[in-house]
């Protein structure tokens, strides 16, 4: 069995996709056979190993300290022994821009061992032009430094791996999306006077939702809301309530705050078209979720969602207001009947190409080819120029 240690910043309920990914990530590998160390600076779920299928899962979460300095030396020394002790043949960073990860980084090269990096979203163009000076001083010293360490990334679509490609670096790329849970059927709620328009997702300048507020002045319909539902992040939600007010659509729109669990389970069975306004994803776990629960989704070309057209099940337009009031307007329009059976072919699609299970089987594989380069290199493993 082979033993992997994974190190994410925050894979607390509320940090957003990128703790969660990791977390679903390291569980799936685990049970596709590998034993797994999950370690980060906060985890909400009880510390402890589980066994899952073939492998197992350890989440721990690492000393912290009050200064800095002596933080990133306490989380050094503690990596080192948990390599010794665990036999670690392999450490994968989720995310970027972290000192935490930077010591993870460190004992790797330390160490001798394989480093890969599932960067999350962070070097899509928009993330890396937002706070744009601070991501290019880090780019020409410790953060370029850690991404020129690693053996191998981890792309969720070929836009993700594209965006590794711009910045020079020629190792090898793993195209391997995030995934959803598929276990559970849908429960839609029963029919309502009022339909739902339902936004999922961190409140962020980055997911666009400004121009969602400006599309449905456009297109606004009797007989329609929107639930945006997700954690405020920089203050954005104040912007948004201010242009909603200033555009007299306040009873139009609904915010919940973060949701998890039943809540955030009961959103999506209220729930009749799924809306992601984005600018940059890496992927959009809220747009795979979304279409689990046999809803129509409208997203943009920000996201790697061509899918949507391909399989029939949702649109997929340009960022931007125009793009997004297009979209929403077609929704609307539908067919009751169609937008029902474009939500089946949703559920579909996820259950064939993002169910967990196969998503794990593929990250083992392409992690054995990374430790034994005499294995048959995997077909989703692209390589410079490949």
């Known amino acids: 069995?082979?033993?992997?240690?994974?190190?994410?910043?925050?894979?607390?309920?509320?940090?957003?996709?990128?703790?969660?990914?990791?977390?679903?990530?390291?569980?799936?590998?685990?049970?596709?056979?590998?034993?797994?160390?999950?370690?980060?600076k906060h985890i909400s779920r009880k510390q402890g190993r589980e066994f899952i299928g073939m492998g197992?899962?350890?989440?721990?979460?690492?000393?912290?300290?009050?200064?800095?300095?002596?933080?990133?030396?306490?989380?050094?020394?503690y990596m080192q022994t948990l390599c010794e002790q665990k036999q670690i043949?392999?450490?994968?960073?989720?995310?970027?821009?972290?000192?935490?990860?930077?010591?993870?980084?460190?004992?790797?090269?330390?160490?001798?061992?394989?480093?890969?990096?599932?960067?999350?979203?962070?070097?899509?163009?928009?993330?890396?032009?937002?706070?744009?000076?601070?991501?290019?001083?880090a780019l020409r010293t410790y953060q370029g430094a850690i991404l020129r360490l690693a053996a191998l990334f981890v792309a969720t679509a070929d836009q993700e791996a594209n965006s590794v490609r711009r910045l020079g670096l020629r190792q090898p790329i793993a195209i391997i999306p995030n995934g959803v849970d598929v276990d559970s059927l849908p429960h839609p709620a029963a029919s309502r006077q009022v339909k739902t328009i339902l936004f999922?997702?961190?409140?962020?300048?980055?997911?666009?939702?400004?121009?969602?507020?400006?599309?449905w002045a456009i297109v606004r319909r009797p007989g329609w809301r929107i639930v945006i539902a997700g954690g405020d992040e920089e203050g954005h939600r104040a912007k948004l309530e201010a242009l909603i007010r200033a555009k007299g659509l306040e009873s139009d729109f609904e915010f919940v705050g973060f949701v998890d669990g039943a809540r955030k389970q009961a959103c999506l069975d209220e729930a009749d078209i799924f809306v992601l306004p984005t600018y940059s994803e890496n992927f959009g776990i809220a747009v795979a979720?979304?279409?689990?629960?046999e809803l129509p989704v409208i997203t943009t070309t920000g996201a790697p969602w061509q899918d949507l057209v391909t399989h029939h099940c949702g649109w997929w337009v340009a960022p931007g207001v125009q793009g997004v009031?297009?979209?929403?307007?077609?929704?609307?329009?539908?067919?009751?009947?169609?937008l029902k059976r474009m939500g089946q072919r949703g559920r579909r699609l996820v259950i064939d190409k993002y169910s967990w299970d196969k998503i794990g089987c593929a990250a083992l594989k392409v992690s054995k080819w990374l430790l034994d380069p005499s294995r048959p290199k995997p077909a989703i493993v692209k390589e410079d120029g490949a």
């Open 200 to 215: 999922l997702s961190r409140v962020h300048p980055k997911k666009g939702l400004l121009d969602l507020v400006e599309a």
């Open 289 to 293: 979720e979304a279409l689990a629960n």
């Open 56 to 77: 197992s899962l350890e989440l721990l979460v690492v000393p912290s300290r009050r200064n800095l300095l002596l933080e990133l030396l306490a989380q050094y020394d």
């Open 89 to 137: 043949d392999l450490i994968h960073l989720h995310g970027m821009w972290s000192p935490f990860l930077a010591a993870a980084a460190l004992v790797a090269r330390k160490r001798g061992l394989p480093l890969v990096i599932s960067p999350h979203g962070c070097l899509e163009p928009w993330a890396l032009g937002y706070k744009r000076h601070k991501k290019l001083l």
């Open 1 to 40: 069995m082979k033993y992997q240690l994974h190190v994410v910043v925050n894979a607390g309920s509320a940090s957003g996709g990128e703790g969660l990914a990791a977390l679903r990530y390291a569980e799936s590998i685990g049970r596709a056979g590998c034993a797994v160390t999950l370690l980060s």
């Open 325 to 338: 009031s297009n979209a929403l307007r077609d929704a609307i329009d539908c067919d009751p009947g169609e």
